[in-house]
């Protein structure tokens, strides 16, 4: 993981979507607070239009956490597009109904494992082609 310092100016959605500007516009986000023993004391999920053509609306994490010298207004960010296969995967519906078609395998057992946490394991527009992909677990 490689994490990258943030300094939360007000809302933490709003540093955030600030930071996340360089890859593109955030479209929408849910920041989910993690339980006090966990390493992480936050994760948030986006829906992301990246800068480049065809603009596509990707998913990423943003895994947050503070560290040992960090005063109250400080965090530190690993940010993971869903391309990079990340580890969180209780992304909410709503984040994932926004994202853009895509025959990136990585991205597509994301979702899925996403989707599949609340018991509906299928893309709404990529059934026919998750069957065709090799199982990646």
């Keep these: 993981m490689t994490y990258s310092h943030m300094e939360v100016t007000g809302d933490l959605s ?3 979507a600030e930071d996340l500007n360089i890859y593109g516009k955030v479209i929408d986000m849910e920041v989910v607070d993690l339980p006090a023993d966990n390493r992480h004391f936050a994760v948030a999920f986006v ?5 480049e053509i065809p603009y596509p609306v990707e998913g990423v994490v943003c895994l947050l956490k503070s560290y040992g010298e960090a005063t109250p207004t400080e965090c530190m960010v690993d940010t993971v597009f869903e391309s990079e296969g990340p580890s969180a ?3 909410p519906d709503r984040i994932l109904n926004q994202l853009s078609p ?3 395998i990585v991205s597509l057992s994301w979702r899925q494992r996403c ?8 893309e709404r527009w990529a059934d026919e ?5 090799p199982q990646l677990y």
């Design 14 to 16: 709003r540093s955030l």
């Design 115 to 122: 989707r599949a946490l609340r018991d509906w394991d299928s």
């Design 47 to 51: 829906a992301l239009r990246m800068r």
């Design 89 to 91: 995967c209780f992304c």
């Design 129 to 133: 082609l998750l069957d065709d992909l």
């Design 102 to 104: 895509t025959q990136d």
